[in-house]
């Protein structure tokens, strides 16, 4: 069960990601959101224009999660800010969820902070979506506070905030 994780850098790949994410987000979020505010939410976060506009001028990375290098299993998008990584999108198929793709994936994420001397993972989770926060928080994290955003067109996001501290590198540069 080897996962590559892949910087999005292409059209194709972006392309890739918001195919994923129309999927992914109508299959999964209609207990929780009417449909309505799932296709503005696309629409506006995660289209191809969206993406790229995200990845071009506002500082965000994504990551496709592909097995075996071949079947493309979720996403994610992170963008570093104040000495922490927001992780701002994650997401895996629902045929591939309950494999371990998420916790590789989450290794990945918090290799990636430690690797850039970040004090800790953050993320927003909507409050109703149980599921997830209880994988968040087997995972270390812990709620910080709660979040309600005006998205626009008479939406809002109700969501908590999540956040894992990364062990502190205690490391000196240069040789001894």
């Known amino acids: 069960m080897k996962l590559m994780i892949t910087h999005v850098t292409t059209a194709e790949e972006i392309a890739e990601v918001a195919r994923l994410a129309a999927d ?15 296709e503005y939410m696309i629409g506006k976060y995660q289209s191809v224009s969206a993406i790229t506009e995200q990845i071009l001028h506002q500082g965000y990375e994504y990551y496709l999660i592909q097995h075996d290098g ?19 999108k994650f997401y895996i198929g629902k045929e591939h969820r309950g494999r371990g793709y ?24 909507n409050r109703h979506n149980e599921s997830s926060i209880a994988v968040y928080e087997r995972k270390g994290f812990t709620i910080v506070r ?3 955003a005006d998205i626009g067109n008479g939406h809002v996001m109700d969501d908590y ?8 590198s205690t490391e000196k540069g240069g040789p001894q």
């Open 24 to 38: 992914i987000w109508l299959e999964y979020y209609v207990s929780i959101l009417t449909t309505e505010q799932i």
């Open 70 to 88: 071949s079947s493309t299993v979720g996403y994610m998008a992170v963008k570093q800010e104040e000495g922490k990584l927001f992780l701002s």
């Open 102 to 125: 998420g916790s590789q994936a989450l290794a990945f994420l918090e290799q990636l902070g430690k690797d850039r001397n970040l004090s800790a993972i953050w993320l927003t989770v």
């Open 146 to 148: 709660e979040q309600i």
């Open 161 to 168: 905030v999540m956040e894992k501290k990364l062990p502190v």
